[in-house]
């Protein structure tokens, strides 16, 4: 009997639908006609042992204890699904061969694997286990996924990273939630402080963001515009460019603050002759957009549609789960596989047929073209998220549903266009002196930008695509210009003064903490572990971001004003309390790069461990040399929790 272990019913569901007929439902497995069994877990089944486990001293919370680091880890059955795992145990002993279908990805490597382990599964039987990797749960699509197994083996390095994830935040949301929490009482703090590796430094960057704005003083710079004219009275305007003999009136981000300097510049060049010393035309070419992540969706749909995280992640699990419109949703890849393209036309004639308004006032989709999205050498476990093969029927779905499905599907056919082709032109004139420039933007071709003619202008920032067009393309800066030629002379009817103020950062949004999770290496302050550090390094991973935001709302230390998110007096006050160490992203974008490195077999799960434990030593020393005044007299805001439990694992969300 080959066993299936599905990470979730509703994949175990799927894979039963592909199996001989007729089946037999058990209580928490289906068993196939030819004896083949297809069982599941529910989510997370096992859970890092409390530490009242290793020691019953551990059951009050003492200085003296901490560090607390077990010498040999346990596993404890959790108490609403033992029921399951109890099912998993008796099929496990009768299976002849076992198959991992657990989510592909790091977390869901792990969490069949471990429940493999804790059954006893030893030698041969353990070493022969396969792997099923389903990011599609159309019953065609789990077909092929059938006849593509491969050894369970191959996966080891992404279990170990998922494994040492785990032990890492229990050692370190244990420990540092214990020892500020005792330390917090000492000040009349009454409630837990909950301190995560992950959680902590996300609210340090929302802290911080505060400050800045708090901090901030507004001050006037000066622009000088030149409005031109040529023989033919034809008119432009171009931008004072300040020479280096203006860098003492400047600040460090280039912008004049004399506001007299701009305004001798407005004198020296009001009626007197300009003359055009440089004129580049070049053609660009911009390519399509990636296919989505799930952080590239959640931000573009928090700017679009005013969506959190979590709305954005629990309507596209509803979108795969039950209505198998699109592929595996908590991808942290923007790439296809090259055999994937084989499947187009059956992808695109779905999405015509459902989405048909996407593509009206275009031309058809070309599904013979193949953009940059299809790159094996940039998908593993899981691809990009498409659409899927099954039609949409768009009036059954909710309002949230209709707009990702739609926005998914705009993203894929997008790859089918021709590049966005234009022609752009800058010009420098001079004019007594003084140098002014402009640009110039005139498409040739739509290509893909035609699905976009009705919508937002898409995201460029976010969908870090191989675009070749150059960041200053803002439409600000972009204007329609006369014929010109180089050595051209023009007259400057008048020089114009404008007085601008700098504004202050802004609050975070959705869209923008997402981004500054997706990209942390923009905010790690050290400049040595910058340089290690990838722009695609993240904060938390997929799967985690939008529990881990909508958890330090649920604790009281995140609060929503409008679209904007700030810290509480209780965040503020427990981030001013902890270590810069603690509050910053650097060393948890390190973990998050070594856990990276073990699941590609560049590291090994003890060279990352040791280190940690040499680290938290040196946290709980300090912890319990100081108190964490900030947080006198601030009143608790978050929600009464168990003294017992103040720190949560990490799991993905259940069905």
Not at 46 to 59: N, S
Not at 177 to 204: D, H, M, N
């Amino acid at each position: 009997m080959i066993l299936y272990i599905a990470e979730k019913p509703s994949l175990g569901r799927a894979i039963a639908d592909v199996l001989p007929k007729p089946h037999k439902k058990g209580d928490g497995f289906i068993t196939a006609a030819n004896g083949d069994c297809v069982s599941w877990c529910i989510g997370h089944l096992l859970e890092q042992a409390e530490p009242d486990a290793y020691d019953d001293a551990f059951k009050s919370w003492k200085l003296e204890h901490l560090p607390i680091v077990p010498q040999t880890w346990k596993l404890m059955p959790k108490t609403k699904t033992r029921s399951q795992l109890t099912v998993l145990r008796k099929l496990v002993k009768q299976a002849s061969a076992i198959i991992n279908a657990g989510d592909p990805d790091r977390e869901g490597q792990l969490l069949v694997d471990e429940v493999i382990v804790y059954l006893g599964v030893k030698g041969d039987k353990l070493n022969q286990v396969q792997r099923l990797l389903i990011s599609d749960l159309n019953p065609q699509a789990v077909k092929r996924a059938l006849g593509q197994l491969r050894s369970n083996r191959e996966f080891i390095p992404l279990s170990t990273s998922a494994l040492a994830r785990s032990r890492a935040d229990w050692l370190y949301g244990m420990n540092m939630t214990r020892a500020y929490t005792i330390q917090g009482r000492k000040v009349g703090y009454q409630g837990v402080l909950s301190v995560g590796r992950v959680q902590t430094p996300l609210l340090g960057l929302v802290v911080r963001r505060d400050d800045e704005i708090a901090d901030f003083k507004p001050k006037s710079f000066y622009e000088v515009l030149a409005h031109l004219v040529t023989e033919q009275q034809q008119t432009f305007t171009a931008k004072w460019q300040p020479s280096e003999a203006c860098q003492p009136y400047m600040d460090e981000d280039g912008r004049v603050l004399a506001k007299g300097l701009a305004e001798n510049v407005v004198a020296r060049i009001n009626g007197k002759p300009a003359q055009v010393t440089k004129l580049e035309a070049k053609d660009k070419r911009q390519n399509p957009p990636l296919p989505y992540s799930l952080s590239a969706l959640q931000i573009d749909a928090a700017k679009r549609f005013g969506l959190s995280a979590k709305e954005v992640l629990d309507t596209c699990q509803s979108l795969y789960e039950r209505h198998k419109l699109i592929t595996y949703p908590r991808s942290d890849s923007r790439y296809l596989p090259k055999e994937q393209h084989a499947l187009a036309p059956k992808v695109l004639d779905a999405v015509l047929k459902g989405a048909a308004a996407l593509v009206d006032g275009c031309e058809a989709p070309n599904a013979k073209l193949k953009s940059k999205a299809w790159d094996d050498s940039k998908v593993d476990a899981h691809h990009a998220i498409i659409p899927t093969e099954k039609v949409a029927n768009l009036s059954s779905l909710s309002s949230n549903e209709a707009k990702l499905y739609q926005h998914v599907a705009r993203q894929y056919l997008a790859q089918f266009y021709p590049a966005h082709m234009y022609a752009e032109t800058a010009v420098e004139v001079t004019i007594a002196g003084g140098l002014f420039t402009t640009k110039a933007r005139q498409d040739k071709s739509l290509g893909w930008k035609q699905l976009y003619k009705r919508a937002t202008t898409v995201n460029q920032a976010s969908s870090n695509s191989s675009s070749t067009s150059s960041d200053d393309d803002n439409d600000d800066t972009v204007q329609s210009l006369p014929p010109l030629v180089k050595g051209q002379i023009l007259q400057c009817e008048r020089g114009e003064l404008l007085e601008k103020m700098t504004q202050a950062p802004k609050h975070f949004t959705d869209a923008t903490l997402l981004s500054a999770m997706t990209g942390i290496s923009r905010y790690v302050t050290n400049s040595d572990i910058k340089k290690i550090l990838k722009e695609t390094d993240g904060l938390g991973t997929e799967a985690t971001r939008a529990g881990i935001i909508e958890l330090l709302f649920k604790r009281g230390y995140l609060v929503r004003q409008g679209k904007s998110i700030l810290a509480t007096p209780v965040g503020v006050g427990l981030i001013r309390s902890l270590p810069e160490s603690a509050t910053t992203p650097d060393m948890t974008a390190l973990w998050e790069n070594s856990l990276d490195a073990i699941s590609q077999k560049r590291l090994k799960y003890d060279a990352f461990m040791q280190p940690l434990l040499s680290q938290l030593d040196n946290l709980i020393t300090q912890a319990s040399s100081q108190l964490p005044s900030a947080l006198q007299g601030v009143a608790r805001s978050a929600p009464k929790r168990s003294f017992k439990k103040p720190y949560k694992k990490k799991t993905k969300a259940k069905s």
